[in-house]
């Protein structure tokens, strides 16, 4: 199939940046979107240009490297996917597809359609962990028994990739999926509980200071993340914030 | 004598570990912190070993390529984790896991390092569970386990067809504790460009900062790499874009050995490549053989009706259909090792029964478990005589449970739905059991660099079993390296900084930048992609899943020929000081040009078959092993450690010979 690709193209952070227009041709619908922008990259470096930078590196759907904005989604038109899982047989023969960086201050963008995202490790260093070090003395795992749905609710909050599709769909920029998730996971399990409080306010707070946006409850979030999180969990960290404010002796 | 000491420690098989951990120095706590090291890769042997370190009170620096230690490919990692728990009460024990991680791996790996690995297993599962990993439970609220591929009990943990994910997750929260503690300084999209020694000993790193292009110098007392395998030589496989060998390549090239580069494993469920364009290839968990049956058509009508669309694999009935690893190996059936059903697949396409255009799948059946779940789990909830669209569908919950994940993703790359029709399947590269050579404290031969993980080459011998990466790199991480690393370190709490204004700092930063230069300055005509593809090319087609001493000896003098044009001839757009992904995968796809030709070298100095290495000429001639990979004990139980010495094809092989005290070399039947 033969498309027209509008993409953005930044040189560095302080770039203005601008869309291009690039044609490419003879793409095979069975080719991954991220395979498209393979060849479209080879054909640039032939004419001389540079080729457009874009993060990526599984391509398997779980490292959540990958990003862009395609036609106005995050992650494109297909559902439950990453970029680097849409195919091209999703789109028509002769379409014009957009490409953008995801959006939001929080992720500054460094290059082309590459964004810092480091926010978000600031986010989990604030708390997304269980305070317990490396030792060849800890219990028996078997001496903990996990009811199966609160495990089973555990996994569906940690299959987050921490992408940030959440945050560059949401009309606000925010970041309470992917927060939600992790403290979400704790939350569900008996380890997770003497730092239960605690854990949910640093990483709301750090949030915050990170200058992510509020929730606003569209449910956006939800539609594009390609790990189907759920909005429940928003549901649950704000159960769980107010819980912990309300006992906070802070 | 070899130059090689393994340094296994003396004493019973079972008491090693425990008596080293015993005699080996350690470095008080006080002085920990005035100790810094360096861990380069933050995947489950990197994320774990640096967490647990920090945790000591070590100063650690950590680097990774991505911008997340998250991200790094041990997260790709689907079916499980082996740990000797016995949980399930099957006769499992420690001894039995080292048992068949020696005979899984051809007895090619050393007994000491995989007793140990087995010895801390167990350990293993209770860290990540007390980290709150979520693993699958059963309803009674204790740890489900799965059996994998090559063994007869069930040993693997797993969280769904994420197990790597989880673990690394784990790995990454401990992680994140230290670095918010300042514990761990953490170096994302940061590239070792080279190791810098000083005195002999490892003392830092070069590294690039991807986003500014900056050269910078880090020192540490101790380096440890821990940056993964080398599969992406073959260009396709199933590892991630960036994963590369060059970490490894650059201490080879400094002093460290490398060690059977030429045992790589074939996955042998795969999803098939569909045309040129194609950038890697996906793993389907062999957790799916637990369920799924192989087959291919029986006749060559059927392929052929296939092939042009006439038929479909659903019209086939049972007798027309070739079940061939239950009819090649009825002991073992869909569940062979790896190496032996990746090339089980290729004799059947060999021989022209593949089930696509290109003539490479064959495929991967659920219909008898989906029909036989599916009548359990009426029997359970009470439904009598169920119809058979009913057990289908509870049939279909089951395995939806079990891999849900795995059928969705080969849905949206294949669009078919697994469920109604058998996936397709295809062997591909997916792990590489060589690497750096190390010694039981993990040490290379390079005083005070270490390797870890997937990068070293110690525990799997000439072929990896299926859920035992996981553990290896945990236990490399969180269990070896933490106590090892102390027994050199001890000598070292006098040294203080280490200053990066030694001279040894400057040349190697100056080295780094004059390749950079020479890279970007050679403005050829070809994209790097270009010769990453030529040299997969040779890769697959000549030191791929069978090799012969022609086709290796070809390859050697190709990938020269590859290498010398890619240095007259690449083309890298854009400029050092900025984010050039062009200009990194350069400087990678030039460590795969050397990395290939030792390679082929290693293969052609291997004349026997062994694990994932099948030389053609050596097969078993008769009897019931007829045609079957044919090792060869008295010649080649040994790891080929190779020295650099300029060139690839000028390394010189370093034998250590293996020792089997505790266990009996047998010829590997799974029939």
């Known amino acids: ?250 | 004598m070899s130059k090689l000491d393994s340094k296994i420690p003396e004493g019973p098989l079972k008491d090693k570990w425990t008596k080293h951990k015993n005699e080996i120095n350690v470095v008080n706590p006080a002085n920990k912190r005035l100790i810094d090291i360096i861990v380069v890769g933050t995947g489950l042997a990197g994320g774990a070993a640096a967490a647990s370190l920090a945790e000591m009170g070590y100063s650690v620096k950590a680097f990774a390529y991505q911008d997340s230690p998250r991200r790094a490919h041990s997260i790709a990692a689907q079916g499980g984790i082996n740990a000797a728990k016995n949980y399930q009460n099957d006769g499992d024990s420690t001894y039995r896991l080292f048992y068949d991680t020696v005979k899984g791996g051809d007895y090619r790996a050393r007994e000491g390092n995989v007793y140990r690995l087995a010895e801390v297993s167990a350990n293993i599962i209770d860290q990540c569970v007390a980290q709150g990993v979520p693993f699958a439970r059963e309803y009674g609220g204790l740890l489900d386990n799965r059996s994998f591929g090559g063994v007869l009990v069930s040993r693997t943990f797993y969280a769904k067809g994420q197990t790597g994910q989880q673990l690394l997750l784990g790995a990454y929260s401990a992680m994140n504790r230290q670095i918010g503690k300042g514990k761990i300084t953490m170096y994302n999209r940061h590239e070792m460009m080279d190791i810098v020694k000083v005195d002999g000993k490892a003392r830092g790193i070069i590294a690039r900062n991807m986003i500014t292009g900056e050269i910078e110098k880090h020192s540490a007392h101790a380096v440890v790499i821990a940056s993964g395998g080398y599969g992406n030589v073959f260009f396709l496989s199933t590892n991630a874009m960036g994963s590369n060998v060059s970490a490894a390549w650059k201490i080879h090239k400094k002093g460290a050995y490398f060690a059977n580069p030429c045992y790589t494993q074939i996955h042998p469920t795969c999803v098939p490549r569909s045309g040129d364009f194609q950038s890697k290839l996906t793993l389907m968990s062999e957790s799916l053989r637990n369920d799924g049956r192989i087959w291919v058509p029986k006749n060559m009508d059927d392929v052929m009706a296939i092939r042009e669309g006439k038929k479909k694999p659903t019209d086939l009935s049972e007798d027309e259909r070739d079940y061939y690893l239950e009819r090649r190996y009825p002991a073992f059936g869909n569940l062979v090792p790896r190496d032996v059903a990746s090339r089980a697949a290729k004799e059947r396409c060999d021989a022209g029964y593949g089930v696509n255009a290109t003539g490479e799948a064959v495929y991967l059946d659920f219909k008898s478990a989906i029909h036989r779940y599916g009548s359990e789990k009426a029997l359970v909830t009470g439904i009598n005589n169920p119809s058979e669209e009913k057990i289908i569908e509870l049939g279909e919950k089951v395995i939806e449970e079990k891999y849900g994940n795995l059928f969705q993703m080969y849905e949206k790359i294949v669009a078919e739905n697994p469920y109604k029709t058998p996936m397709m399947i295809y062997p591909a590269v997916h792990y590489t059991m060589g690497g750096i050579w190390c010694d039981y404290n993990l040490m290379t031969t390079i005083p005070g660099c270490y390797a870890a993980g997937e990068a070293n080459f110690s525990d799997h011998g000439a072929n990896r079993l299926g859920a035992s990466a996981l553990m290896q790199g945990l236990a490399d991480g969180y269990f070896v390296l933490p106590y090892t690393i102390g027994d050199y370190l001890a000598d070292d709490i006098r040294t203080g900084t280490i200053s990066t204004d030694l001279p040894e700092f400057n040349e190697a930063a100056k080295e780094v930048t004059d390749r950079l230069e020479k890279l970007i300055n050679i403005k050829g005509s070809k994209s790097v992609d270009s010769f990453h593809k030529r040299l997969g090319e040779v890769m697959w087609n000549k030191v791929g899943m069978a090799r012969n001493a022609k086709g290796l000896t070809e390859a050697m003098d190709e990938i020269k020929a590859i290498r010398e044009d890619f240095w007259k001839d690449v083309r890298i757009p854009g400029g050092m000081n900025e984010l050039n992904p062009e200009l990194e995968k350069a400087g990678r796809v030039a460590d795969f040009l050397e990395l290939g030709e030792l390679f082929a070298k290693d293969a052609l100095a291997r004349e026997e078959s062994c694990g994932g290495h099948f030389r053609e000429e050596s097969v078993e001639e008769d009897g019931l092993q007829k045609g079957e990979a044919k090792r060869n004990d008295k010649d080649f139980a040994y790891v080929a450690a190779w020295e650099y010495k300029g060139e690839p094809r000028d390394a010189e092989m370093h034998k250590e010979e293996l020792e089997f005290n505790d266990i009996e070399l047998k010829t590997r039947s799974y029939k």
Not at chain 1, 2 to 20: F, I, P, S
Not at chain 1, 87 to 109: L, Y
Not at chain 1, 184 to 201: F, H
Request: glycine share 8%; proline share 4%.
């Open chain 1, 1 to 250: 199939m033969d498309l027209t690709l509008k993409v953005w193209r930044q040189k560095d952070k302080n770039d203005k940046g601008r869309m291009e227009t690039y044609p490419v041709t003879g793409i095979s619908e069975h080719a991954s979107f991220l395979e498209m922008l393979d060849v479209l990259n080879e054909q640039l470096i032939t004419e001389g240009t540079e080729p457009v930078a874009f993060d990526h590196d599984c391509r398997e759907g779980i490292c959540g490297m990958c990003s862009l904005y395609i036609n106005g989604e995050a992650h494109g038109p297909d559902r439950k996917v990453t970029t680097c899982q849409l195919h091209m047989r999703m789109f028509k023969d002769g379409e014009t597809v957009h490409i953008e960086p995801f959006r939001s201050k929080a992720f500054p963008v460094l290059k082309d359609l590459v964004v810092d995202r480091t926010s978000f490790e600031r986010i989990q260093q604030a708390g997304g962990f269980i305070s317990v070090n490396t030792s060849g003395n800890t219990q028996d795992a078997n001496a903990l028994p996990i009811a199966k749905p609160m495990a089973d609710k555990a996994m569906d909050a940690a299959t987050c990739i921490g992408c940030g599709a959440c945050v560059a769909t949401c009309k606000n920029s925010s970041a309470m999926l992917f927060v939600a998730a992790k403290v979400s996971q704790y939350s569900y399990l008996p380890q997770g509980q003497v730092e239960r409080k605690e854990r949910v306010l640093n990483m709301v707070d750090q949030m915050d200071k990170e200058g992510f946006g509020n929730c606003t409850n569209t449910g956006a979030c939800e539609v594009e993340c390609p790990k189907g999180i759920s909005l429940e969990f928003i549901a649950r960290m704000n159960k769980e914030y107010v819980t912990a404010s309300v006992a906070s002796e802070k």
